[in-house]
């Protein structure tokens, strides 16, 4: 399935627009919870802002590791764009492309 596909089906959804800059994380953090507890810390570190010295290892590990729950059960896991949007995208379908 096509990005563009899995939009229009409900399977992506933008969730931290790229404007925010470096307080995506920051943003992300605060907004949203994670289904992994061993990311707890990431979580707080990245909550606390980009002037923490493991604020951009965290996300590292937050993008690579975490997922998230969608109002309808599903679960999604995080996707970071070339130009830094956030998307959760539904973990049981396969993307044909990147973004």
Known sequence: MNWEEAY????VELIVDSANG???PKVFARSYVLREADLDEDME???SGPDGEFYWDAWS???DN???DGLSGAVYRIFVSDNGDVFAVDDSIEL???L
């Open 8 to 11: 229009n089906r409900g399977h």
């Open 45 to 47: 570190i990245c909550s």
């Open 96 to 98: 044909d492309d990147d």
């Open 22 to 24: 470096i307080y995506v």
């Open 61 to 63: 590990e937050i993008i």
């Open 66 to 68: 975490g997922t998230i």
